[in-house]
């Protein structure tokens, strides 16, 4: 059987999304406090990841940018070709 990351196709796409927001619901429907405790710290990583990105050093972006590449399963791009050194 096929790694879940390789599988492509919409249905896995939305299948993860329902399982993440049912599980927000299912702690509100059971414990309100719960709930409203998980979605606000869903809501503080997004900001916090975001702000990184736009915001944040050079090298704090990239890092911001390539988890976001990560999460959204994405190839990393390709870096500009190397030159090689010379040795004094």
Do not use: D
Request: charged share 20%; net charge positive; aromatic share 6%.
């Amino acid at each position: 059987m096929e790694p879940v990351a390789r599988r492509k196709g919409w249905l896995w796409t939305v299948c993860a999304g329902l399982i993440g927001i049912g599980g927000s619901a299912l702690a509100w429907s059971a414990h309100p406090e719960l709930g409203v405790a998980l979605v606000t710290l869903e809501a503080i990583v997004v900001v916090a990841v975001l702000g990184a990105a736009l915001f944040g050093s050079e090298v704090t972006s990239e890092r911001a940018f390539r988890l976001l590449r990560w999460v959204a399963n994405r190839p990393e791009p390709k870096g500009p070709p190397r030159r090689p050194r010379k040795l004094p």
